[in-house]
């Protein structure tokens, strides 16, 4: 399912299952609802896993979109990933387990909370099953990942067994298409009382619950 320029729709209900890139694409719509749905084992045709628009359930360019009560696991790249120049997104009730990268990306966007989700065992199958080399580190995988995007909260998590818990990172990004005069930067960010647990003796990874790489 690809959803674009569309106002106030709602996508609820729904099985996007073994798809061979996304299970639902989301571009340029605004006050979206996105509830009740199961993203499973999408990217069948095996595109380059994780950073080039592959796994669960993506949206790019989008203002006012609620993300709730979605399961997305055993994708073969993100689970929900949010991805250039969205704005105040409410992302929360989610379950996202077992997806080869991160359970749920934020990258160079603005405003949002991320919240009330059950994030497990996220980021292990990312290098080893044709992904972007052997990065297993913060900046590469994550239960939630915050790329360089600004105002985000991020509270009352379960971050359980990923490779890593919750990574914050800001990097050269750029500026908005949408509004050229803001920097895509991880500033004013909030991170608290999430529940964090990293598995002992894992082979990869750096074991890490939290951090902030810049």
């Not at 290098?127 to 915050?146: K, P």
Request: charge should be negative.
């Amino acid at each position: 399912l690809h959803i674009t320029t569309a106002h106030r729709a709602w996508i609820h209900h729904n099985e996007f299952v073994r798809n061979g890139q996304l299970g639902m694409g989301h571009h340029r719509s605004n006050n979206t609802l996105v509830e009740d749905n199961r993203f499973v084992e999408n990217n069948t045709d095996k595109f380059w896993r994780a950073d080039w628009e592959s796994g669960g359930f993506k949206a790019t360019y989008s203002e006012g979109t609620v993300c709730r009560r979605n399961l997305a696991h055993n994708n073969e790249g993100i689970g929900i990933w949010f991805d250039i120049d969205n704005v105040n997104i409410d992302c929360y009730d989610n379950t996202a387990t077992d997806n080869y990268a991160d359970g749920i990306r934020y990258e160079i966007s603005f405003a949002a909370k991320i919240h009330d989700n059950t994030i497990s065992g996220n980021g292990y199958r990312y290098a080893t099953s044709g992904g972007r080399g052997q990065d297993y580190s913060m900046f590469a995988v994550a239960g939630i990942n915050v790329n360089s995007s600004s105002d985000v909260e991020v509270y009352n998590n379960a971050v359980l067994d990923n490779q890593n818990g919750i990574s914050l990172q800001s990097r050269s990004r750029g500026n908005s298409k949408t509004w050229p005069e803001r920097v895509f930067e991880t500033r004013n960010a909030w991170v608290h009382h999430n529940l964090i647990r990293q598995p002992t003796g894992a082979q990869f990874g750096e074991g890490i619950a939290a951090g902030l790489n810049t």
